[in-house]
């Protein structure tokens, strides 16, 4: 019979060979769990927010923008996916001459991506040359921010 540790390693290796990682890097790192667990050469899960704006409100509008920008200081740039949609009203602020461009563009310049929804936009009217550049585009901005919830994404509304 074999020891329970062997088996153990013969488990936690295959698991390893399923997931992709190196069981060559396994047995180097010491052929215990807290070394397959450590998960050296496996991927570093990314955070993943999605902010709701649907407030045709300036200040709104900053204190998501400090939101993200504050999330992405505390956690790192690089390992934070953030989302900012705007639907009713609050795609207003991203149209070419809102008060809202400024930080807007420098959320993009930083990563984050801003949506605007495209039901809203048909109902006041605006097209995608009246908004600004570099932001994207949602059907429904609801249902955007429910598929990134459903993503596992965090939810939060300023």
Not at 131 to 143: D, E, H, K, N, R
Request: glycine fraction near 12%; proline fraction near 3%; charge should be neutral.
């Amino acid at each position: 019979m074999h020891k329970p540790s062997f088996v153990l390693t013969v488990l936690l290796s295959a698991a390893c060979v399923l997931a992709g990682l190196s069981v060559s890097a396994f047995a180097a790192a010491g052929a215990g769990a807290g070394a397959i667990l450590a998960g050296q050469g496996a991927a570093v899960k990314k955070e993943k927010l999605v902010i709701q704006i649907s407030d045709k409100d300036p200040g709104k509008w900053n204190l998501a923008l400090n939101n993200a920008r504050n999330v992405q200081a505390a956690l790192g740039a690089d390992k934070v996916d953030i989302e900012i949609v705007a639907y009713g009203p609050g795609v207003a602020m991203l149209e070419m001459d809102s008060e809202a461009g400024n930080g807007v563009a420098k959320a993009i310049e930083n990563g984050v991506k801003i949506i605007a929804c495209q039901n809203s936009m048909k109902g006041a009217k605006l097209t995608d040359a009246d908004m600004l550049p570099g932001i994207g585009y949602a059907v429904s901005g609801v249902v955007e921010i429910m598929q990134r919830q459903q993503a596992g994404y965090s939810y939060v509304r300023p």
